[in-house]
């Protein structure tokens, strides 16, 4: 069976409005997935030296950032409400430098970041297109 069907390419109209007054408004997956993240405190010891070291610098770089995830077997979770670029790395590696660390890197982005008495690998998620996401392992 064979049914016609009529496809609406029109823009939501200037000044349009929802029954509950809302504007709808789009959203990128990364904002969806970000919105939907549910932002925790670092409940382990080096995690919170971890996060407080790095969240500082995450926002700078992202602005909008939450910690999601924090493990006891060493790692901190982060997510951004965009994707993550390799501009974005290079700030972050740059950010790093300039409070101490000395850096080892590899060709995805990924890297290490070392002073004494702290080693992080962070591990971000390039072609990831539905997050903005970063691992640090400790």
Not at 26 to 33: F, G, L, S, V
Not at 73 to 82: D, K, N, Q
Request: proline fraction near 2%; include cysteine.
């Amino acid at each position: 069976m064979t049914y016609k069907a009529q496809i609406c390419s029109e823009q939501i109209p200037s000044g349009f409005t929802t029954t509950n007054g809302t504007t709808p408004t789009t959203k990128t997956r990364a904002q969806m997935e970000y919105d939907e993240t549910i932002s925790i405190e670092a409940t382990t010891t080096k995690g919170k030296i971890v996060d407080d070291e790095i969240m500082p610098i995450l926002k700078d770089v992202f602005k909008d950032v939450k910690l999601w995830d924090n493990d006891i077997s060493g790692w901190v979770s982060y997510r951004f409400s965009r994707l993550v670029t390799k501009n974005d790395i290079a700030k972050i590696e740059t950010a790093l430098k300039n409070i101490g660390y000395n850096l080892d890197k590899n060709d995805n982005g990924d890297f290490t970041a070392t002073k004494i008495g702290l080693t992080m690998n962070f591990h971000f998620y390039l072609g990831n297109t539905n997050e903005g996401h970063v691992d640090v392992t400790y």
